[in-house]
């Protein structure tokens, strides 16, 4: 099955600052300003007990893995339940049909020698990602590519994607993240940095004052919750399944309350550091997490 592209927050927000003449994006563009109900497509979902492996690809410092594992620690600890938990953003998926879905990271495969080169087609993804096995239980496999690694799409359509896999007679969901702070951080870390297109409001501070890796999480985010509720591409998303809206990409480019294009909206701010966040994880690692579709309210739900 080919990939489900997550687009970026930036050529979102640009696109509703100055709309295109094409149809299919207006419609798009209209369905996240209405805030769409995303529409069930009869699938299996990813519910229970869920593993994420993780594929570590190029040159990633243990600070910056430690960024990105204590997030997925955190969907799922009992130990952070306030309402400006991650656990509490993660709660969200478990209001879509068959209930929650527990995160535990499972294996982390480190290819620091960049085994497939610097730059990586789909179908390496792909291969990447089989690196950390298949046909266990319920699991995701999690491609992360450093910054000096080219992706086909990265910055152009995309900050990352999920899709599944077909061996033999099963299928198999992978996700794939980049890091994008020497390549286009305007465009797949925002608000973190200067947009590269729209409204030009100022940056905020990232949370763990990594530009990149904070921005990594934002759209790890995106993909992880796409993964749970549309992981064959028959679950629930509203529009064309090759460019679906789905728990996380219907809301795009709100963080807060009184959210606009180009503006994230209210959210958190660190008294020591200054660092915007809306979301505190396990060790009180704090991150900024993106709205997520609520089908029970019809609403896009943020922690602030």
Same mark, same amino acid.
């Given at each position: 099955?080919? %990939? #489900?592209?997550?687009?970026? #927050?930036?050529?979102?927000?640009?696109? @509703?600052?100055?709309?295109?003449?094409?149809?299919?994006?207006?419609?798009?563009?209209?369905?996240?300003?209405?805030?769409?109900?995303?529409?069930?497509?009869?699938?299996?979902?990813?519910?229970?007990?869920?593993?994420?492996? @993780?594929?570590?690809?190029?040159?990633?410092?243990?600070?910056?893995?430690?960024?990105?594992?204590?997030? &997925?620690? +955190?969907?799922?600890? %009992?130990?952070?339940?306030?309402?400006?938990?991650? +656990?509490?953003?993660?709660?969200?998926?478990?209001?879509?049909?068959?209930?929650?879905?527990?995160?535990?990271?499972?294996?982390? #495969? &480190?290819?620091?020698?960049?085994?497939?080169?610097?730059?990586?087609?789909?179908?390496?993804?792909?291969? &990447?990602? @089989?690196?950390?096995?298949?046909?266990?239980?319920?699991?995701?496999?999690? #491609?992360?590519?450093?910054?000096?690694?080219?992706?086909?799409?990265?910055?152009? +359509?995309?900050?990352?994607?999920?899709?599944?896999?077909?061996?033999?007679?099963?299928?198999?969901?992978?996700?794939?993240?980049?890091?994008?702070v020497s390549q286009c951080p305007g465009y797949c870390a925002w608000p973190f940095h200067q947009p590269m297109y729209g409204p030009q409001t100022p940056p905020l501070v990232a949370p763990n004052g990594d530009v990149g890796v904070d921005g990594m999480v934002i759209n790890m985010a995106t993909v992880l919750a796409g993964t749970v509720i549309n992981p064959f591409n028959n679950g629930y998303f509203q529009g064309p399944a090759e460019a679906p809206l789905e728990a996380v990409s219907a809301c795009t480019g709100i963080f807060g309350k009184g959210a606009f294009p180009g503006y994230p909206g209210e959210v958190l701010v660190d008294k020591t550091t200054g660092a915007s966040y809306n979301a505190v994880g396990v060790n009180g690692r704090k991150y900024l997490l993106p709205a997520m579709w609520d089908p029970q309210t019809s609403t896009c739900k943020t922690l602030s």
């Open positions: 099955m080919a %990939p #489900i592209p997550s687009f970026s #927050i930036l050529l979102l927000l640009f696109s @509703l600052a100055f709309p295109s003449s094409s149809s299919a994006t207006t419609r798009k563009l209209s369905a996240v300003e209405q805030q769409p109900l995303l529409k069930y497509h009869n699938g299996p979902l990813l519910k229970g007990n869920v593993t994420v492996n @993780l594929v570590w690809y190029g040159k990633f410092s243990s600070t910056q893995r430690s960024i990105i594992v204590g997030f &997925l620690n +955190s969907l799922s600890s %009992p130990k952070t339940t306030s309402p400006h938990s991650v +656990s509490s953003w993660w709660q969200t998926t478990g209001k879509y049909r068959g209930g929650s879905s527990g995160v535990v990271v499972g294996k982390q #495969i &480190l290819d620091k020698k960049y085994s497939l080169g610097k730059a990586l087609k789909t179908s390496q993804l792909t291969a &990447l990602a @089989l690196k950390a096995g298949y046909g266990h239980g319920k699991a995701v496999n999690v #491609i992360l590519t450093s910054t000096d690694v080219a992706v086909d799409g990265f910055c152009m +359509s995309r900050c990352g994607t999920h899709g599944s896999i077909r061996v033999k007679k099963s299928r198999f969901p992978y996700a794939w993240v980049g890091n994008s």
